[in-house]
Structure formats: C-alpha cells, structure tokens
C-alpha cells in the first residue's frame, strides 16, 4: 500500500512538469488520465477506511447516535438530578486521559435498568438504574464504566469492524474539509446519518464481551482514583443480580452484556488483595439521597 501511493504521488506531483511525451504500448495505452484518477481515489478511500477517526469525527458520531437515543427515551425533567449526575461524572472524567474531551452526562426517563455510552463523551443512565442504587459509589462506579468505553473507543471499533472500511470511508476527511461538525443546515450529513444508524444498532446487540469486561477493571480503578469506595459498581451488579430476571426491564441490559455472575467473578479477581486499601474511601450515600430523591419506579 505503501508504495503504491508512493508511486501515485510522484505521478501526480509531476503533472505541472516539463517532461518528455511517453509512448505506452499494449494495454497501458488505454489509460487515460481519468484512468489514473479513479486509482488514486480507489487508494486514497482505501487509505482512509483504514485510518482512525479524529476527535471531531468521533464527537460529531457520539452526538449523532446520543440524539437517536434520545428520540426513544427524553430526558427526564428534573434539573437537581441531572446536575447532580453530571458533577459526579464530570468529576471522574478528570481522573482519566481523556478529560478534555466535552463529555455530557444526562438521566433518562425510562424505568428500564440500563446505561449508555456514544463516542465523543455522550454518557446515559436511566431513571429505573439510578433508583435501584443506594450511594453515589455505586452511580460512580456504573458511569465510570461507560465513561471507560468512550476511553477505548469500543464502539468505534465495532462500528469498524460490522460494518468494514468503506463506512469510516464514507465518512472521510471531504466531509470534515468544511465542516468539522458534520452537520448541514443543522441536520446531519447522509454520511454521519449512517453511521449513527449502525451506532445505535449496537445498542440493540451490545458489543463484545472482552469489551465490557474491560470497561469494568477500568471502572473500579477510576473509582479509587476519584476518591470512592471502588467496591460501588460489584455493589450494583450484585444488586442487579437478584432482580427477577423475568423482569422486562432488565431484558435489553441481560441480553446486551456478559452474565453479572462472569462480571463479579472477573472483578472479584482483579480486587482480590489489590483494592482492599481503598474499602475505606466514602460510598456518599446521605449525598445521593438529598440529591436523587425521586418517586421509586412502581
């Protein structure tokens, strides 16, 4: 690949030389220079299906598939809450590599058990999830592990590989050229459009189970690291452990994540002696209560 855009550059940056008339012989003859365009497009799209996005791309993708969510489940109106919600991950989001990112934080108003991530910095908890908990350890710890999917890009990479190369083509330096937004009009572009479509197909699937398996070890440690009890996300998973599993609310979460007994077991390994220092650290439970005080969901 290499050096076939090497030899397509030197082409082309000669173009607007002087240069002898070449006699082509056989098959060769019959190209053209349009001939040659389209190769170079061919090599370019294929350079660029291979790349990895930008940071505007990836935000513009996180909003594009955030504003999808939101058309199935609205925020739920309650400003103390969602304040409150957001100054806790705001606060882990400090903790990591990726704080400058302009991450939003936002409650919906869905009785379901479940929590979001979207690339860019689009974090989403549900009503039904944050009334099951008892502190602000345990919110911590279920934020900190959709904050740890944006950290690795997980949903960017199974985009990546359903979907091939030609998605992340599509989507390509053209349409960032003039627009770093990637919006027209205040609309979506047909290129993001698309790729948020496929985006929020995965919430439907979920990803891979090696993917949340890591977004809880990261999780735990972005906790302690923030200050709290790094035992709230085990806390919640146990929780959730012995909600009846006929229980509707909890299908999309069941069917889109490894088993809370594979999740505990790996957690259980990966704290065992190392986490024990950080048991102390506070779980902030009488804060929760003042600020999380909603009817429990019937």
């Given at each position: 690949m290499k050096t076939t855009l090497t030899l397509l550059a030197l082409m082309l940056g000669c173009s607007g030389c002087a240069v002898a008339p070449m006699v082509l012989s056989g098959a060769a003859s019959k190209m053209d220079w349009n001939d040659v365009q389209n190769v170079v497009t061919k090599v370019q799209k294929?350079?660029?299906g291979q790349r990895d996005l930008t940071e505007p791309e990836e935000i513009a993708i996180g909003a594009g598939i955030a504003s999808n969510?939101?058309?199935?489940?609205?925020?739920?109106?309650?400003?103390?809450?969602?304040?409150?919600?957001?100054?806790?991950?705001?606060?882990?989001t400090l903790q990591t590599e990726r704080a400058d990112l302009p991450w939003h934080f936002a409650v919906l108003d869905d009785n379901e058990?479940?929590?979001?991530?979207?690339?860019?910095?689009?974090?989403?908890?549900?009503?039904?999830?944050?009334?099951?908990?008892?502190?602000?350890?345990?919110l911590a710890g279920v934020l900190a592990h959709e904050i740890s999917h944006v950290l690795r890009k997980h949903h960017l990479a199974a985009l990546k590989k359903a979907n091939g190369t030609?998605?992340?083509?599509?989507?390509?330096?053209?349409?960032?050229?003039?627009?770093?937004?990637?919006t027209q009009n205040g609309q979506l572009t047909?290129?993001?459009?698309?790729?948020?479509?496929?985006?929020?197909?995965?919430?439907?699937?979920?990803?891979?189970?090696?993917?949340?398996?890591?977004?809880?070890?990261?999780?735990?440690v972005i906790c302690?690291?923030?200050?709290?009890?790094?035992?709230?996300?085990?806390?919640?998973?146990?929780?959730?452990?012995?909600?009846?599993?006929?229980?509707?609310?909890?299908?999309?979460?069941?069917?889109?994540?490894?088993?809370?007994s594979a999740r505990l077991d790996l957690l259980a390994q990966v704290m065992d002696a190392q986490f024990d220092k950080f048991e102390t650290?506070?779980?902030?439970?009488?804060?929760?209560?003042?600020?999380?005080?909603?009817?429990?969901?019937k």
């Open positions: 294929a350079a660029d969510l939101l058309g199935a489940a609205p925020l739920l109106q309650d400003k103390k809450v969602q304040r409150y919600v957001t100054d806790v991950g705001m606060w882990l058990f479940n929590a979001f991530a979207a690339p860019g910095g689009y974090i989403f908890i549900t009503r039904g999830l944050l009334l099951s908990m008892r502190n602000e350890a345990e030609s998605v992340l083509a599509d989507l390509g330096a053209a349409v960032l050229e003039k627009n770093p937004q990637l047909p290129a993001l459009a698309k790729i948020a479509g496929f985006g929020t197909e995965l919430y439907m699937r979920g990803l891979d189970k090696d993917d949340e398996f890591e977004a809880d070890r990261m999780a735990v302690a690291r923030a200050g709290y009890d790094p035992y709230g996300l085990p806390a919640v998973l146990q929780s959730l452990q012995t909600v009846n599993p006929s229980y509707s609310g909890l299908a999309l979460m069941v069917k889109t994540h490894p088993s809370f650290q506070p779980n902030l439970a009488a804060r929760f209560k003042a600020n999380v005080a909603l009817p429990k969901v």
